[in-house]
C-alpha cells in the first residue's frame, strides 16, 4: 500500500482495474480449460474404445487384436488427435488471457487519463494560486460530478481565505494606527517640552498628564486585544444575576447617562444565566455604553430579558443615531467604525463590539443587531438556558 501511494491516481486506477481484469480474465480461462478437459476425456475414451469388426473377423479375434495392440503402447490417430487439440486449446487460451488482459491495462490507461485530465487541469490551476493572487478562481467544470463540485468547493474556499486575509491585513493595520497614535501623541509633547528651554511646573504637568491618558488608552487597547485573541478554556457556569448585573453597570455609567439625560427601562422574566461573570459584565458594559454614546440628548435605552423556544433572550435598545443596513453587517469588525469622523469625535478605538462578539461567542451564546438610522438600534443576545 506504501508502494502505491508513491505512483500517480491514473496508475493505481490502471493496476487495481488491470488486477480485477486479470483476475477474471484468469478465472474465465481456468473455468474453460477445466470444462474442456472434461469434454475431451471423453472423446478420448470414445476413441480408444475398441471397434467392433464386421465381415469374417469374428468379435473374440477383434477384441484380442485390440489388447495386443494397446498392450504395445499404440495409441489410436483419434486419441491422438484429441490430446493434440486439448494441448492447442490450453496455449490459446493462455495467449488470449495475456493479450486481452493487457490490451485491457492499456484501455484502462488511457481512459483513466481522459477520465482525470479534469483533475490535472484543477491541480495545474491549484498550483499557480499563492497568497499573493487569491482574487484568481480555478476554471469551472462543465459537468456536474465530483470533480466539478470539488472545483466550486474550493473556489468557495478561496473567497473565504481571501476575506480573511483582508480582515487580517485591516486589523493588521488598524491595530498598529491605534498604537502609533498615543505613541505619537506622547512624543510629540516631550519633544514641545525639550525645546523649551526654561519649562515651568505648569508644561510638566501637562506633559504627564498628556503621557498618561494616552498610557491609560495604549493599556486599553492592549486589554481589548488579549479578550480578542485570548483561547485559553475558562470556566463558564458562574451563576449572574442580570438585574444585579445591569444596575452595577448603569452605576459606573451614570455620568455618561446624566449628561445626556438619558433613561433607562427594565423588564425582567429572565432572572440568572450561566457563563464567566467577569467578561460577561464586559460584554454589557461595552453594549450599554455605546447605546449611551451613541444615543440622543433626552434618549432611553430599554432593556429586557425573557425566554424563547428554551433559549434565553436579552435586548438592549437604544433610541440614537442608528446604523446604515449595509454597514450593519460589518460592525462586529475588530477597529471598524460607521463614521470614522464622528467615532473619533466620541471616543474609543472601534474594539467595543468586537469584543463583545468575542465574549459571545466564547460562551456559545449568539448576538444579532437591528438598526434604522435616526430611529435607534436593538440588539438581542440569545443564550443556552
Same mark, same amino acid.
Given at each position: 500500500?506504501?508502494? @502505491? #501511494? *508513491?505512483?500517480?491516481?491514473?496508475? $493505481? %486506477?490502471?493496476?487495481?482495474?488491470?488486477? !480485477?481484469?486479470? =483476475?477474471? &480474465?484468469?478465472?474465465?480461462?481456468?473455468?474453460?480449460?477445466?470444462?474442456?478437459?472434461?469434454?475431451?476425456?471423453? @472423446? #478420448? *475414451?470414445?476413441?480408444?474404445?475398441? $471397434? %467392433?469388426?464386421?465381415?469374417?473377423?469374428? !468379435?473374440?479375434? =477383434?477384441? &484380442?487384436?485390440?489388447?495386443?495392440?494397446?498392450?504395445?503402447?499404440?495409441?489410436?490417430?483419434?486419441?491422438?488427435?484429441?490430446?493434440?487439440?486439448?494441448?492447442?486449446?490450453?496455449?490459446?487460451?493462455?495467449?488470449?488471457?495475456?493479450?486481452?488482459?493487457?490490451?485491457?491495462?492499456?484501455?484502462?490507461?488511457?481512459?483513466?487519463?481522459?477520465?482525470?485530465?479534469?483533475?490535472?487541469?484543477?491541480?495545474?490551476?491549484?498550483?499557480?494560486?499563492?497568497?499573493?493572487?487569491?482574487?484568481?478562481?480555478?476554471?469551472?467544470?462543465?459537468?456536474?460530478?465530483?470533480?466539478?463540485?470539488?472545483?466550486?468547493?474550493?473556489?468557495?474556499?478561496?473567497?473565504?481565505?481571501?476575506?480573511?486575509?483582508?480582515?487580517?491585513?485591516?486589523?493588521?493595520?488598524?491595530?498598529?494606527?491605534?498604537?502609533?497614535?498615543?505613541?505619537?501623541?506622547?512624543?510629540?509633547?516631550?519633544?514641545?517640552?525639550?525645546?523649551?528651554?526654561?519649562?515651568?511646573?505648569?508644561?510638566?504637568?501637562?506633559?504627564?498628564?498628556?503621557?498618561?491618558?494616552?498610557?491609560?488608552?495604549?493599556?486599553?487597547?492592549?486589554?481589548?486585544?488579549?479578550?480578542?485573541?485570548?483561547?485559553?478554556?475558562?470556566?463558564?457556569?458562574?451563576?449572574?444575576?442580570?438585574?444585579?448585573?445591569?444596575?452595577?453597570?448603569?452605576?459606573?455609567?451614570?455620568?455618561?447617562?446624566?449628561?445626556?439625560?438619558?433613561?433607562?427601562?427594565?423588564?425582567?422574566?429572565?432572572?440568572?444565566?450561566?457563563?464567566?461573570?467577569?467578561?460577561?459584565?464586559?460584554?454589557?458594559?461595552?453594549?450599554?455604553?455605546?447605546?449611551?454614546?451613541?444615543?440622543?440628548?433626552?434618549?432611553?435605552?430599554?432593556?429586557?430579558?425573557?425566554?424563547?423556544?428554551?433559549?434565553?433572550?436579552?435586548?438592549?435598545?437604544?433610541?440614537?443615531?442608528?446604523?446604515?443596513?449595509?454597514?450593519?453587517?460589518?460592525?462586529?469588525?475588530?477597529?471598524?467604525?460607521?463614521?470614522?469622523?464622528?467615532?473619533?469625535?466620541?471616543?474609543?478605538?472601534?474594539?467595543?463590539?468586537?469584543?463583545?462578539?468575542?465574549?459571545?461567542?466564547?460562551?456559545?451564546?449568539?448576538?444579532?443587531?437591528?438598526?434604522?438610522?435616526?430611529?435607534?438600534?436593538?440588539?438581542?443576545?440569545?443564550?443556552?438556558?
Amino acid at each position: 500500500m506504501g508502494l @502505491l #501511494n *508513491k505512483v500517480s491516481i491514473r496508475m $493505481r %486506477v490502471t493496476l487495481l482495474t488491470g488486477g !480485477i481484469l486479470l =483476475a477474471a &480474465s484468469m478465472l474465465l480461462t481456468w473455468s474453460s480449460i477445466y470444462n474442456a478437459q472434461d469434454k475431451f476425456m471423453d @472423446l #478420448n *475414451k470414445a476413441a480408444e474404445e475398441p $471397434r %467392433v469388426p464386421t465381415g469374417g473377423t469374428s !468379435i473374440g479375434s =477383434a477384441q &484380442s487384436e485390440a489388447d495386443d495392440v494397446l498392450e504395445e503402447g499404440v495409441a489410436s490417430v483419434p486419441a491422438i488427435a484429441a490430446v493434440q487439440a486439448k494441448q492447442s486449446f490450453d496455449s490459446w487460451s493462455y495467449i488470449y488471457l495475456v493479450v486481452i488482459s493487457g490490451a485491457g491495462m492499456i484501455v484502462t490507461y488511457i481512459v483513466a487519463g481522459k477520465a482525470l485530465k479534469p483533475l490535472q487541469d484543477l491541480n495545474y490551476s491549484i498550483v499557480n494560486i499563492t497568497e499573493h493572487n487569491l482574487k484568481e478562481r480555478v476554471p469551472a467544470s462543465a459537468s456536474n460530478d465530483e470533480i466539478g463540485s470539488l472545483a466550486n468547493s474550493f473556489n468557495a474556499m478561496l473567497e473565504r481565505l481571501n476575506e480573511s486575509f483582508l480582515r487580517q491585513k485591516r486589523f493588521s493595520a488598524n491595530v498598529s494606527h491605534e498604537l502609533k497614535t498615543p505613541l505619537s501623541i506622547m512624543n510629540a509633547g516631550i519633544q514641545v517640552l525639550r525645546l523649551d528651554e526654561t519649562p515651568t511646573a505648569e508644561d510638566y504637568k501637562e506633559t504627564v498628564e498628556m503621557a498618561e491618558r494616552n498610557i491609560k488608552r495604549l493599556m486599553s487597547i492592549v486589554d481589548d486585544l488579549l479578550v480578542l485573541t485570548n483561547d485559553s478554556n475558562v470556566e463558564y457556569m458562574d451563576e449572574i444575576n442580570l438585574n444585579q448585573l445591569f444596575l452595577q453597570v448603569e452605576a459606573e455609567l451614570l455620568p455618561l447617562y446624566n449628561d445626556k439625560n438619558i433613561h433607562v427601562t427594565h423588564e425582567f422574566e429572565l432572572d440568572t444565566i450561566l457563563g464567566h461573570a467577569p467578561i460577561v459584565y464586559r460584554a454589557f458594559y461595552n453594549l450599554l455604553e455605546n447605546a449611551a454614546k451613541y444615543n440622543i440628548m433626552n434618549g432611553t435605552i430599554e432593556i429586557r430579558t425573557w425566554t424563547e423556544d428554551r433559549m434565553g433572550k436579552i435586548s438592549i435598545s437604544d433610541s440614537g443615531m442608528g446604523i446604515p443596513s449595509e454597514e450593519l453587517d460589518r460592525i462586529f469588525e475588530p477597529f471598524y467604525r460607521v463614521d470614522s469622523s464622528r467615532s473619533r469625535k466620541i471616543g474609543g478605538a472601534g474594539l467595543g463590539l468586537s469584543i463583545v462578539k468575542a465574549i459571545i461567542e466564547k460562551h456559545g451564546w449568539s448576538i444579532e443587531g437591528e438598526s434604522t438610522v435616526n430611529v435607534g438600534t436593538c440588539f438581542v443576545i440569545s443564550v443556552i438556558c
